[in-house]
């Protein structure tokens, strides 16, 4: 195979393809927000198609822009569908059932348990792309540029964001096409530059017999992953606001900074070993490579399950000066008060509403029992906030006092803050424990988005049975 050498740089077609995807990605979602402004035009988003055509886009606008330009410097279009494809298996059979095998199962979620949680999944899909890379192209005569490796990786991680975007998007029955797209979109990005780095370091093991640092490239890889993962749902979400575009250019910074890197890495190993004519040196021992890596994913692995069984059943102890006790997760994050006597939030929430507790004080109306306390209450809420339902309203056992429990659910805006377009209202459902007293009653409210309510339930029904009254003589 033939290779062109331009200033120390082999084929442009990976750089030129990475800077015009960027672009063409950013033309997709403002295409899939025009056609969101006409009413009909595009379904709501739950079904496997309509999935499956959003999720694959990224990673068909990549290839064929990656295909475009390397027509004038070939490299076999095959061996990157072959990396992609196996990014996406192995994303299937190995990343997605790993992940949540591994996912903190932990009823109390604290700030470790979700460090802990986005370094376990972020080792498992780097590693997915080590998988994809290792045993389908690493050995061919193809593979024979530094540059080569930053091509398949790259590949290898747009083959996992399919699978990881077709998960999301059918998971997550009836959202709105463009916040999807936005997230899809970050999505592939994020996963084709973590690639990215790992096939530079797997193209310089390759070239230069360089095969100990790939074991650190990996664990880079796993860094930026998981970093990246936490600032994402940092930046998009404030409270009830949901800000996807925020995500978007995250991810574009990202990319940018990333690859200008890769391609300044690449240019400074100068032409002869860009070109592979230093690939028959020192040739590494690929059976120790493999178990370095394996050793690398088990200590990762190890990392991320130390915070979290750390974290299992940590917990902070609310007093109210009126009597009132419960314990709440350790590493629950402040939250606005609004005259509550507490009020804390996840650290991470799955969906667009936070996951919060708030607690509540207030004067006991005379000659009114419990049930017609909670009654009236429900009766509030629903003049207050748009389409309130009472659920249920049962009794509940609360030591010291009497208690009405009240499941309810209502509807919000969560996208305030962003463009007409892209508000998206959602259903909010949650607990309300009405504790009585003799002289106060206690409201203790606990609520998440209805698609997570299952999963923080034993989060909420914890939180329940640890509330007591000690009323002061």
């Known amino acids: 195979m033939e290779h062109r050498v331009e200033g120390g740089l082999s084929r442009r077609s990976l750089w030129v393809a990475q800077a015009a995807s960027l672009v063409g990605l950013l033309g997709w979602v403002l295409v899939v927000r025009a056609l969101a402004a006409f009413p009909g035009v595009l379904p709501?988003?739950?079904?496997?198609?309509?999935?499956?055509?959003?999720?694959?886009?990224?990673?068909?606008?990549w290839l064929l822009l990656f295909y475009v330009q390397d027509a004038r410097e070939p490299e076999p279009l095959g061996y990157v569908l072959r990396a992609a494809g196996a990014g996406a298996v192995l994303g299937a059979a190995f990343a997605?059932?790993?992940?949540?095998?591994?996912?903190?199962?932990?009823?109390?979620?604290?700030?470790g348990?979700?460090?802990?949680?986005?370094?376990?999944?972020?080792?498992?899909?780097?590693?997915?792309?080590?998988?994809?890379?290792?045993?389908?192209?690493?050995?061919?005569p193809e593979f024979d540029e530094v540059a080569d490796g930053v091509t398949y990786g790259t590949a290898a991680g747009l083959g996992l964001a399919a699978?990881?975007?077709?998960?999301?998007?059918?998971?997550?029955?009836?959202?709105?096409?463009?916040?999807?797209?936005?997230?899809?979109?970050?999505?592939?990005l994020a996963h084709a530059t973590f690639g990215g780095v790992l096939g530079y370091f797997l193209g310089r093991a390759k070239l230069q017999g360089r095969w100990r640092e790939v074991a650190w490239g990996y664990g880079a890889a796993v860094v930026l992953n998981a970093l990246f993962a936490y600032l994402l749902a940092e930046v998009t979400r404030s409270g009830l606001a949901y800000r996807p575009w925020y995500g978007f250019v995250l991810a574009a910074a990202v990319a940018v900074a990333v690859t200008a890197l890769l391609l300044w890495r690449v240019r400074s190993l100068g032409p002869s070993t860009a070109a592979g004519?230093?690939?028959?040196?020192?040739?590494?021992?690929?059976?120790?490579?493999?178990?370095?890596?394996?050793?690398?994913?088990?200590?990762?692995?190890?990392?991320?399950?130390?915070?979290?069984?750390?974290?299992?059943?940590?917990?902070?102890?609310?007093?109210?000066?009126?009597?009132l006790r419960l314990t709440y997760p350790a590493g629950w994050l402040a939250a606005r008060r609004d005259g509550a006597a507490l009020a804390v939030q996840a650290p991470v929430s799955r969906g667009p509403v936070p996951t919060e507790l708030r607690v509540t004080a207030a004067p006991r109306p005379r000659g009114q029992s419990p049930a017609a306390i909670a009654a009236a209450d429900a009766v509030a809420r629903s003049g207050a906030l748009p389409l309130y339902r009472a659920l249920a309203i049962e009794p509940a056992s609360?030591?010291?006092?009497?208690?009405?429990?009240?499941?309810?659910?209502?509807?919000?805006d969560p996208h305030a803050a962003v463009l007409?377009?892209?508000?998206?209202?959602?259903?909010?459902?949650?607990?309300?424990?009405?504790?009585?007293?003799?002289?106060?009653?206690?409201?203790?409210?606990l609520r998440t988005s209805a698609g997570g309510f299952e999963q923080v339930r034993?989060?909420?029904?914890?939180?329940?049975?640890?509330?007591?009254?000690?009323?002061r003589s």
């Open 163 to 188: 699978v990881l975007n077709v998960h999301l998007v059918v998971a997550g029955a009836g959202v709105d096409p463009v916040p999807a797209t936005l997230r899809i979109v970050v999505t592939a």
């Open 44 to 61: 709501r988003l739950g079904t496997l198609e309509a999935g499956i055509v959003l999720a694959v886009v990224p990673t068909l606008l």
């Open 398 to 412: 609360v030591p010291g006092a009497e208690a009405v429990a009240v499941e309810y659910a209502f509807v919000t």
């Open 420 to 445: 007409a377009a892209e508000r998206i209202p959602a259903v909010v459902r949650g607990v309300e424990l009405v504790v009585v007293t003799s002289t106060r009653v206690f409201r203790v409210d």
């Open 277 to 323: 004519t230093t690939a028959g040196a020192g040739q590494p021992s690929w059976s120790r490579l493999d178990l370095r890596l394996w050793v690398a994913l088990l200590v990762l692995l190890a990392l991320g399950l130390a915070p979290v069984r750390a974290a299992v059943g940590a917990v902070t102890i609310f007093a109210h000066p009126d009597g």
């Open 96 to 111: 997605l059932p790993l992940g949540r095998a591994l996912a903190p199962a932990a009823a109390f979620p604290s700030t």
């Open 113 to 140: 348990v979700v460090l802990g949680g986005l370094l376990l999944a972020a080792a498992v899909q780097e590693f997915a792309k080590f998988l994809a890379v290792r045993y389908t192209v690493f050995e061919s």
């Open 458 to 471: 034993p989060t909420f029904d914890r939180i329940r049975r640890s509330v007591r009254v000690e009323e």
